[in-house]
T-cell receptor, first 113, second 115 residues
Framework: DAGVTQSPTHLIKTRGQQVTLRCSPKSGHDTVSWYQQALGQGPQFIFQYYEEEERQRGNFPDRFSGHQFPNYSSELNVNALLLGDSALYLC????????????FGPGTRLTVT | AQSVTQLGSHVSVSEGALVLLRCNYSSSVPPYLFWYVQYPNQGLQLLLKYTSAATLVKGINGFEAEFKKSETSFHLTKPSAHMSDAAEYFCAVSGPSGGSYIPTFGRGTSLIVHP
């Protein structure tokens, strides 16, 4: 049983560009959450997707958007990249009717130059 | 609103010594509490969770944590540290919000284990 997978592993972009990160949830999970983890910090919640809709959103600008597909996989899109967007982006999946524990993927390391 | 405070950004112990990582939480509703571990260049792995059952929670790799409501604490302990325990540890609190449970994480504590 594969856990949460994310792609790509690493990514280097230039300021002003756009980026798309991808996540496949753990088998049996229907909810996907995205987090940004800056160096030396804990993960910060970006948004959560359930039933292909954004259910909750953290304190992030509209430059951050997402999507969930019918197979529960998800994408995170960031437009007009800033240097401050450099971070580890973590995807976590869970089962909406479960114990609310989230399973994390290995993350995508985004570097903006 | 919910929040987590992890006391000490770094904790250093000798191999074989007791590990104690401190976590205090704030939550307006009965919380779910979690400890996660993160090894370099990896995602977060769940160590243990408290979901209003037993107050002493046992997790993987010999770790355990005790929920103390009166102290709003959920400290993580391990009787004897191993070199492989060196990692970043995150405490998180979760409660119902908008129909879902979104954990709020602390800033993390880096555990350093000396031989």
């Amino acid at each position: 049983d594969a856990g949460v997978t994310q792609s790509p592993t690493h990514l280097i972009k230039t300021r002003g560009q756009q980026v798309t990160l991808r996540c496949s949830p753990k088998s049996g999970h229907d909810t996907v959450s995205w987090y940004q983890q800056a160096l030396g910090q804990g993960p910060q919640f970006i948004f959560q997707y359930y039933e292909e809709e954004e259910r909750q959103r953290g304190n992030f600008p509209d430059r951050f958007s997402g999507h969930q597909f019918p197979n529960y996989s998800s994408e995170l899109n960031v437009n007009a990249l800033l240097l401050g967007d450099s971070a580890l982006y973590l995807c976590a999946s869970s089962w909406d009717r479960g114990s609310h524990e989230q399973y994390f993927g290995p993350g995508t390391r985004l570097t903006v130059t | 609103a919910q929040s987590v405070t992890q006391l000490g950004s770094h904790v250093s112990v000798s191999e074989g010594a007791l590990v104690l990582l401190r976590c205090n939480y704030s939550s307006s509703v009965p919380p779910y509490l979690f400890w996660y571990v993160q090894y370099p260049n990896q995602g977060l792995q769940l160590l243990l969770k408290y979901t209003s059952a037993a107050t002493l929670v046992k997790g993987i790799n010999g770790f355990e944590a005790e929920f103390k409501k009166s102290e709003t604490s959920f400290h993580l302990t391990k009787p004897s540290a191993h070199m492989s325990d060196a990692a970043e540890y995150f405490c998180a609190v979760s409660g119902p919000s908008g129909g879902s449970y979104i954990p709020t994480f602390g800033r993390g504590t880096s555990l350093i284990v000396h031989p």
